[in-house]
């Protein structure tokens, strides 16, 4: 079983920088890639950024491009999203995601899919005006 861990959520205000942390457990090593998504309150789970494990190959999407960074630490099995310039409309709450095959990492690139096959219990980021 698989499991996420979240860290590094926050408030900060307009223009700030947070940098979220998803541990994951080792038997994650065998995942193809790992993702963020973040749901606003009343909306739907939205893609926001994804990454490979082998070749670190990187996708966002068209909303935080430009200001957010995806990482990840083979050694330390943990991926990153620095988030820089935040704006209000980034408030949301923020799961770390892993797929399990190349087909996932499809559907989130092509389709910006919120499917995933293991889900982290997510992180708030509040963002004040």
């Known amino acids: 079983q698989v499991q996420l861990v979240e860290s590094g959520g926050g408030l900060v205000q307009a223009g700030g920088s947070l940098r979220l942390s998803c541990a994951a457990s080792e038997r994650t090593l065998s995942n193809y890639a790992m993702g963020w998504f973040r749901q606003a309150q009343g909306k739907e789970r939205e893609f926001v950024a994804a990454?490979?494990?082998?070749?670190?190959?990187?996708y966002y999407s068209d909303s935080v491009k430009g200001r957010f960074t995806i990482s990840r630490d083979n050694v330390k099995n943990t991926m990153y999203l620095q988030m820089n310039s935040l704006k209000p409309e980034d408030t949301a709450l923020y799961y770390c995601?892993?797929?399990?095959?190349?087909?996932?990492?499809?559907?989130?690139?092509?389709?910006?899919?919120?499917?995933?096959?293991?889900w982290g219990q997510g992180t708030q980021v509040t963002v004040s005006s």
């Open positions: 990454i490979t494990w082998s070749d670190a190959s990187t």
């Open positions: 995601a892993a797929g399990t095959s190349r087909s996932r990492w499809i559907q989130w690139i092509f389709r910006n899919a919120a499917t995933s096959d293991y």
